[in-house]
């Protein structure tokens, strides 16, 4: 009997039922594993009278609670809003178990996602602060608890009118940024570990067919194979990856919808921005995360409005048009160009936008730019790259005649350059700076007498010889180029050193035998 009066109540149209209000959300986020998983969560039964019991929770939270979530009371949070936030922030704030903290969240997710507009029973409540709460989950050890409270977060951030706390926003964006890192660092681990297994089934079908035909080939022909199959890598089994690389990385895809959320508002990219999130975004596209993530990501830097270019060309101007020492404005019009602004104006020119500030600015800065190149010496641009930090393979570097020329000029200003050089070897993690620093080093040794005793004396020597070991092969490469060159600069003194000696003792030989 209990059976049909339950399968009755599950018939039942009017009554609240959340697995049935979030098919249809389930179904499009079919691949997210935070989706699954709050699907699995929405079938647990909490026994909220054990909390009461163990006064862990108040008559008043009880009967909230258990009304919405056992006896289908779906219009509770609209009827009774200030007990509604007041309940679930208070069941956050004292229950410590994750399973429980989990349907909590799981609930507080579902009331959101059925009407946006119920953000402002939690944004408007007499509570206090809301975000510490949430931010506090975001330190869980549980990643289902990490991530479906950066979810809500997003919501409560981004559906109501007014914008969340600066201090709190920037925690929560620089947690989503570490996490797009983490998790991406964890799919390609994963990926190139998916290669080697691949490389293993290849290597064993190479080793099979090779079986195959042993006997037929003459002896010793062996040998040319037996290079070949010991030249494959040796494969790592999943359990000897570092821990944490073989668990389900998913996680990422939630990450990326919440950055999604949160940079259509001009407040909250800027913010972003702030804490480096633009580079991370950008580092993590040129990385090896599936094409599911590429896309999202791409959506994230996608959101740039005319507000925000206006805003950043207007900057641009009042670098060159505000200071009054005209060697600032040209110092800052350089840093411009070797950032590639004349590029991106560019893009801008050819857009041509409806709005007129920004074309004014497009203009002005495309020909305050385009003059200060034609004043523009060789060593200016090449000292500007340097001390930006960005050094790439542009020509001056190769140019004989600019170091035959400008070598001695690395010394100016109490060796400045040089010194930034040699931070660049030992700080940078760009193999494109490492060689093109080392590249440097050799040049101003070989075109500069006393180059090796300066490069000594700051502690090249010793970074560069410690880049011959550096994983990427380019680096290793003109490390070993510049330090041939110190060496070859040092044998050129030692042969002018021996010549020396040689004249003085035949000068001496033939004033002796005069006497």
């Known amino acids: 009997m209990e059976g049909k009066l339950q399968r009755r109540q599950d018939n039942d149209p009017d009554k609240y039922n959340p697995k049935k209000v979030y098919v249809r959300e389930d179904m499009i986020a079919a691949t997210s594993v935070l989706q699954i998983r709050a699907s699995e969560i929405r079938q647990s039964q909490i026994n909220w009278q054990s909390y009461l019991q163990s006064q ?104 109501h009118s007014q914008l969340m706390d600066k201090s709190d926003l920037h925690f929560y964006l620089s947690w989503l940024k570490d996490q797009l890192k983490v998790n991406a660092e964890k799919m390609s681990a994963e990926l190139a570990h ?78 972003f921005l702030s804490v480096d999130g633009i580079s991370t975004l950008l580092s993590i596209l040129a990385s090896r995360v599936n094409f599911q993530v590429q896309y999202q990501l791409v959506f994230c830097l996608d959101s740039v409005k005319e507000k925000v270019t206006r805003i950043v060309l207007a900057v641009f101007r009042n670098l060159i048009e505000k200071p009054e020492d005209q060697q600032v404005a040209k110092e800052h019009c350089i840093a411009m160009v070797q950032c590639k602004v004349l590029k991106q104006l560019s893009i801008l020119e050819q857009k041509r936008s409806d709005d007129e500030d920004i074309m004014n600015d497009v203009d002005f800065l495309n020909e305050r730019l385009q003059a200060s190149v034609q004043d523009l010496s060789s060593f200016d641009q090449y000292a500007t790259e340097v001390k930006s930090g960005r050094l790439e393979w542009s020509p001056v570097h190769k140019s004989a005649k600019f170091w035959r020329e400008n070598a001695a000029r690395l010394n100016e200003r109490g060796q400045e350059l040089l010194r930034t050089l040699v931070h ?7 193999p494109v ?50 330090v041939q060159k110190l060496m070859v600069h040092n044998w050129e003194y030692l042969g002018k050193q021996l010549e020396k000696e040689q004249i003085d003792k035949q000068g001496g030989t033939a004033v002796g035998a005069k006497a």
């Open 56 to 159: 862990m929770i108040t008559q008043r939270d009880h009967d909230f609670i258990v009304n919405l979530d056992q006896r289908g009371q779906k219009d509770l949070p609209d009827k009774n809003p200030e007990a509604c936030a007041d309940v679930f922030l208070n069941l956050l704030t004292h229950i410590s178990k994750d399973n429980t903290i989990q349907y909590i969240l799981v609930l507080i997710d579902d009331i959101l996602s059925e009407d946006k507009s119920r953000v402002k029973i939690f944004r408007e409540s007499r509570h206090g602060s809301i975000w510490q709460p949430f931010l506090n989950l975001l330190n869980r050890q549980d990643e289902f608890v990490q991530h479906m409270t950066a979810r809500i977060i997003a919501k409560l951030a981004c559906w």
């Open 194 to 271: 998916a290669e080697q297994v691949m490389l293993a089934h290849e290597k064993q079908h190479f080793a099979d067919k090779h079986k195959h035909h042993k006997d037929k080939e003459p002896e010793g022909a062996n040998e040319k194979y037996s290079s070949l199959y010991s030249s494959f890598d040796e494969v790592k089994s999943h359990e000897d990856l570092p821990p944490g690389l073989h668990k389900n990385n998913d996680y990422i895809q939630s990450v990326a919808r919440c950055l999604q959320m949160m940079l259509r508002i001009d407040e909250y990219r800027f913010a």
């Open 433 to 482: 700076v490492l060689a093109v620093a080392c590249y440097d080093v050799g040049e101003y040794v070989r075109h500069y007498p006393r180059g090796k005793h300066i490069i000594e004396q700051l502690g090249g020597k010793q970074r560069v010889m410690h880049l011959l070991s550096h994983e990427d092969p380019n680096v290793r490469y003109e490390a070993l180029l510049a």
């Open 424 to 430: 660049l070897l030992e700080k940078s993690r760009d």
